[in-house]
């Protein structure tokens, strides 16, 4: 799952570089990527899929952000 948390910063920082603030960058590393990875991780045992911007809604719920 650390490898689908890198992949997914990895992802937002090439996004929005410029738009997003050093302490929206820790929220996300901290709180949004590692329930991305385990949302993926879920979807992928049970053989559905998600865009990236759906799974990072879905993270955004989750945690009340």
Request: aromatic share 4%.
């Amino acid at each position: 799952m650390r490898e689908l948390e890198v992949k997914y910063l990895e992802k937002k920082k090439k996004e929005n570089v410029a738009a997003m603030a050093a302490h929206e960058e820790e929220e996300f590393k901290e709180k949004i990527a590692p329930l991305m990875a385990e949302v993926e991780v879920l979807l992928e045992k049970s053989g559905d899929s998600i865009s990236h911007e759906g799974l990072e809604a879905l993270a955004r719920w989750k945690s009340g952000l």
